[in-house]
């Protein structure tokens, strides 16, 4: 279960993956976006971000979260982190938009943490 828990700088649990491609709320159990690829997206189709290896990057590559067995090579310190609370289980989640917007560019990924945590990422 904690491996499919993304948590934020200070090592809380904050986003999840469930049903290998969308992500929702630890806090409020509601769906917040998808990954397509390697690309983060809310559900208005708007690219919020990378995930790869692991790690949750903003637009410009800054790390915004991370799950337990991240294993990305460019990143800042993770800290330990805090056991989840057990989880409800969601109802299908909404389609996903056809986005019409071109893919961003992939930057370099950085070793610093983003001013954004993983759910003020997918906020449009």
């Known amino acids: 279960?904690?491996?499919?828990?993304?948590?934020?700088r200070k090592g809380t649990p904050s986003l999840r993956i469930v049903k290998k491609s969308y992500l929702a709320?630890?806090?409020h159990n509601i769906y917040a976006g998808y990954i397509e690829k390697d690309r983060v997206h809310d559900f208005n189709?708007?690219?919020?971000?990378?995930?790869?290896?692991g790690i949750?990057?903003?637009?410009?590559?800054?790390?915004?979260?991370f799950v337990e067995s991240a294993n990305g090579k460019c990143h800042p310190v993770f800290p330990s982190i805090k056991t989840p609370k057990g989880f409800i289980e969601l109802p299908t989640p909404p389609?996903?938009?056809?986005?019409?917007?071109?893919?961003?560019s992939r930057p370099d990924f950085k070793k610093?943490?983003?001013d954004?945590?993983?759910?003020?990422?997918?906020?449009?």
């Open 116 to 124: 954004k945590n993983p759910s003020t990422l997918m906020i449009p």
């Open 56 to 65: 949750l990057r903003d637009l410009s590559g800054k790390c915004v979260g």
């Open 95 to 104: 389609l996903k938009p056809v986005s019409q917007e071109k893919p961003f």
């Open 1 to 8: 279960m904690m491996k499919n828990v993304i948590f934020d």
């Open 45 to 53: 189709g708007t690219q919020r971000g990378w995930f790869d290896d």
């Open 25 to 27: 709320s630890c806090r």
């Open 112 to 114: 610093e943490w983003a």
